[in-house]
């Protein structure tokens, strides 16, 4: 089995208590000596710890907290898939490509598993559904509860 790429909203749903956190923890647990994560998704998952401080929805500590969280995960990882300029550039190509719909966040994940031939996981249907146009496996943690996002 090719290993599998978690996106940011497989990340968020390990790190907040979300709906179907528990479900994609015992997902990915499954998955371990497997699964890969990109310094570009650990910005973004970075990126929402920080809006939530600025929401007020979580304190510094506690923010603080989930990214040391974060980073002993990665660390756990056997093999991580770094985001290189070629990646941002076929991002480029796959937003250009009007039909997939995509944003550059989810561009930049897709360009990362064609470019090292990844199992995508994701909760963003629409990205989901880029994904298989592009012929990347996809599989979604959480779709027998339902649970996706858009």
Known sequence: MRPTYLDACVIAALLFDEPASDHVIDEVRSWRSGVIVSDFTSAEVSAAVSKRVRMKLDDVAAANTRLAAVDRFRASLPVAAPTESRDIRAAERLVRAFELKLRAPDA???????????????????????ARALGVVCINPAENLGEQKN
């Open 108 to 130: 930049i994940h897709l360009a990362v598993c064609l470019r090292h031939d990844l199992r995508l996981a994701t909760l963003d249907k629409k990205l989901a559904h880029a």
